[in-house]
């Protein structure tokens, strides 16, 4: 949508790529807004912007970019199996297809719900699926599945397109052969995350983010979080192996420590959220 006011009154025209869209079967400009007939992802993403114009000016938009929501086809190949002992880390990567704007993940076990919990993390940032101590019991087939994070997408369909090829995990029972305490370890280092504001867009989306930290040991790690050097924002909301901000600024940009422990010591790890945004005059030309 575009609408201006000037005198005389402006008329309109758009812009694709900085390219002008012809008016025509597919495109049509009413009253300064846009419509476009039956819109293609091969043909219509890009960039677009209104331009509304006078004999005194023209005035032009910020700029809107148009893109579909889509989730790709999955790698069918056979997917090699597991073997470990009772009591190390399982993990079994996801390996999601392409997807815009973003995914989220589930994890099936012998067609059964894998349900997330202190001993259990399934990734917001790749599905990768992490379980600490495994057991005998941990065993079996597994598969990724995997929806469109779009709110309005549907979520419906059927679970083996929409799901990995399965991987077949054996847990050797050790018989309490060597089953003993053992200290935490860290499953993979934390990333840094970088938040970057853009104006150019009609709204700036709230920027939400989740930063992921994992441990193995026996007895299974609890996991606490703190912000380095300042407390954790009140927008923070730690959840065991999980912190998650939500509308994220220039003030929850830091150094965050994730800290894993049982009875045996502890072990810790640390990422930072770095807040990008283009510049902005402070005073305009008197």
């Known amino acids: 949508q575009c609408s201006a006011i000037g005198n005389p009154e402006p008329t309109y025209e758009w812009e694709r ?11 049509s400009i009413i009253g300064g807004n846009l419509t476009i007939m039956n819109p293609s992802n ?3 993403i890009g960039t677009y912007r209104c ?38 880390l399982l993990s079994v990567t996801c390996n999601p297809p392409p997807a815009h704007p973003g995914l989220k993940f589930s994890w099936y076990k012998d067609n059964n719900f894998v349900i997330p919990d202190h001993r259990v993390l399934i990734s917001d940032q790749n599905g990768d699926l992490y379980i600490a101590s495994a057991r005998v019991s941990d065993s079996g087939s597994y598969r990724c599945r995997v929806t469109s994070a779009d709110p309005n997408a549907d979520t419906n369909g059927n679970i083996d397109d929409q799901s ?9 029972d050790q018989q309490n052969q060597n089953l003993v305490d053992t200290q935490p370890i ?7 995350v970088t938040v970057v504001r853009k104006p150019t867009v009609e709204e700036d989306d709230e ?12 007895p299974v790690p609890t996991i606490s979080w703190e912000r380095v050097g300042a407390p954790l924002p009140t927008k923070a909301r730690p959840s065991n192996a999980k912190l998650v901000i939500t509308d994220v600024t220039q003030d929850e940009a830091g150094t965050y420590r994730c800290t894993a422990r049982n009875n ?22 008197a």
Not at 76 to 88: L, Q, V, Y
Not at 186 to 192: L, N
């Open 186 to 192: 860290m499953a993979f280092k934390m990333q840094d």
């Open 17 to 27: 790529d900085s390219v002008p869209v012809q008016v025509g079967e597919r495109y």
């Open 164 to 172: 990995s090829p399965p991987t077949v995990v054996t847990v050797n």
């Open 42 to 44: 091969t043909t219509d």
């Open 51 to 88: 331009i509304a114009s006078n004999s005194v000016g023209k005035e032009i938009s910020r700029t809107a970019t148009l893109r579909f929501a889509f989730i790709g086809e999955w790698d069918r190949t056979a997917r090699a199996p597991k073997t470990i002992n009772e009591g190390d």
């Open 207 to 218: 920027s939400s983010v989740t930063m992921e930290c994992f441990a193995n040991g026996r």
């Open 264 to 285: 045996l010591g502890t072990v810790s790890d640390q990422a930072r959220i770095i807040f990008n945004s283009p510049p902005e005059f402070l005073n305009y030309i």
